[in-house]
Structure formats: C-alpha cells, structure tokens
Nanobody, 118 residues
Framework: QVQLVETGGGLVQAGGSHRLSCAAS????????MGWFRQAPGKEREFVAR????????FYADSVKGRFTISRDNAKNTVYLQMNSLKPEDTAVYYCAAGSSIYNMNYWGKGTLVTVSS
C-alpha cells in the first residue's frame, strides 16, 4: 500500500505562482512514476505532469508546458508541482498519483483545490 497526501492548495491571483507538494509513504518502492492530474468543475480529469521516481524524466500536458514544473526530493519521498503564470482556467482540484507507469496509476491522493482568481 502507498499513501499520498497533497498539500498547498489555496486561492491564488492570476499571473501569480504557487507550489503543491505530495508526500508519499508506505510501500513506495512499488511505484516508479508519480504524477499530477486535475479536474475542473464540469470537466473530466486530465493529466498535468509526471516524473519517474528514480530517473529524471519529466513529461507535461500541452496546456501547462512552459508554466508548470514537476520535481522530486527522494530523501523526503516528496513530489512537487511548481505552478507559474497561473490562469483562471487552471482552477481545479489537483490530485497526486503514483504507479508503475502513466497508464497504471494505482494510488491516488484525496486532492487539493487550487482556485485562481482573475
């Protein structure tokens, strides 16, 4: 079992920056990829970014390329999502996930709400 806890949600002004954190615990060796997803009101959940736990390999959705950065701290078993140049359309519940690949994300956090005001 793997437990994921997201922190850092809140209200942010458009054009500003914010950072989300995801702390992993439990059988973390069973996962090799961690990522961020989001779900806006009335929309389907969408992929945002992913990173390999032991190998530096990042991938981003087109909608956030150049604005968001995913990073990791192996010593803390924590993954971050740095969000810059935020837009109102970035408003969503952000979820941390982990698994063997982006197509097999078996563990999910409860989500944290990020609201971007105009």
């Amino acid at each position: 079992q793997v437990q994921l806890v997201e922190t850092g949600g809140g209200l942010v002004q458009a054009g500003g920056s914010h950072r989300l954190s995801c702390a992993a615990s439990g059988r973390t060796l069973s996962t090799s990829v961690m990522g961020w997803f989001r779900q806006a009101p009335g929309k389907e959940r969408e992929f945002v970014a992913r990173i390999s736990w032991s190998v530096s390999s990042e991938f981003y959705a087109d909608s956030v390329k150049g604005r968001f950065t995913i990073s990791r701290d192996n010593a803390k078993n924590t993954v971050y999502l740095q969000m810059n140049s935020l837009k109102p359309e970035d408003t969503a519940v952000y979820y941390c996930a982990a698994g063997s690949s982006i197509y097999n994300m078996n563990y999910w956090g409860k989500g944290t709400l990020v609201t971007v005001s105009s």
